[in-house]
């Protein structure tokens, strides 16, 4: 019993801090997960909608939180630091956890919660039972904790704490250090918005009262359709709502022609305008070269003339989905990179290259 007690707290400790530090990489991708949850209860419970709307501001800090907390206490479950306290606190958070993967599961809201960030995607009903177990695993800690030895220093917890906070702050005024989403620098987006290989289904058809799979559609018409159901679902395209648009029509394809610089400007109160000045300079000094500059925002029509016009961006502007824009960058602005369809560059507004920058990546 002593060693499974030992291999149990190494496990959930070790599961923690992973955790902990894949979204840590990204807490802006944590921040939209924590938004989107939010939106959702402010819906289900109309009572208190301005409570969970009023929440949305501070998102990006509950994300820090969190996701700090994780790796702390899972340093501290490792080091037997404290461990009545830090148990019961694991405890709570993995009830929360449960909570809001059970939620997303059963009324099939938030489709995935985040547990592992981007780089790890989980189905709505795995996440929970992974939970669920998580949820088991403690509670045999908390029953075995006096089997374990503590830690008389928490030097270990205290570090981790620094660099937890640390690698938030650096992803959050720069870009995440591990780039684990479709729009990565590499990638290239038409080949990612094709199926790796042909989609194959089965068909469930039903007859007599019994159910058959068919891998052609049988041409009995005495069977009965009741879904289709696709076999290799890890071929699907991984990219499959990036979309460009203006008032004349698709510019989908024409953003993977050539030499693209683009400035992503996404709607929403955190647009840092004083970087605006130094991508003008970059916009500008492109002129008349082989990369063309372009503006890609979900701001209204009405709302991105008006900054285009202030601010000088001369540059023609297109429309794309904000969760798209949200997924290319955490940055708002942010500068992208393509060069016939793949990614070449991303940069954050605090380093905004100049035009030599953006040359060498290309």
Known sequence: MKILAHIVRFLVGGIF??????????????????????????????????????????ALYFSVLMCAAEVILGVALLVSWRLKQVSWVLLALIVFFTFLTFYSAYYNKVTDCGCFGDFLKLKPWTSFTKDVILLVLIIFIIWQRKVYRSFVTGSLVGFSAIFSV????????????????????????????????????KYIMEKDGKTEEFEKFPTDTTYKYKEMVLINEEAKPKITDYKVWNNEGDFTQETFKGKKLIIIIKNGPDLNVASLAKIRTLINSFKGSEVEALILTSMSDASIQEITKAYALEAPYFFADGTVLKTISRSNPGVWLLKDGTVKGKWHYNTTPDKEGVLKKL
């Not at 650096?170 to 080949?191: S, T």
């Open 166 to 201: 640390a690698l938030a702050l650096y992803a959050i005024r720069y870009l995440p250090p591990f780039d684990f989403l479709p729009y990565k620098v590499g990638n290239n987006i038409p080949q990612l918005m094709q199926p790796s290989e042909p989609l194959r289904y």
């Open 17 to 58: 801090i992973f955790s902990g530090l894949i979204k840590l990489n990204d807490p802006v991708g944590t921040q939209i997960k924590l938004e989107e949850y939010f939106e959702v209860f402010a819906t289900d419970f109309p009572a208190l909608h301005d409570f969970w709307m009023g929440l949305v501001p501070y």
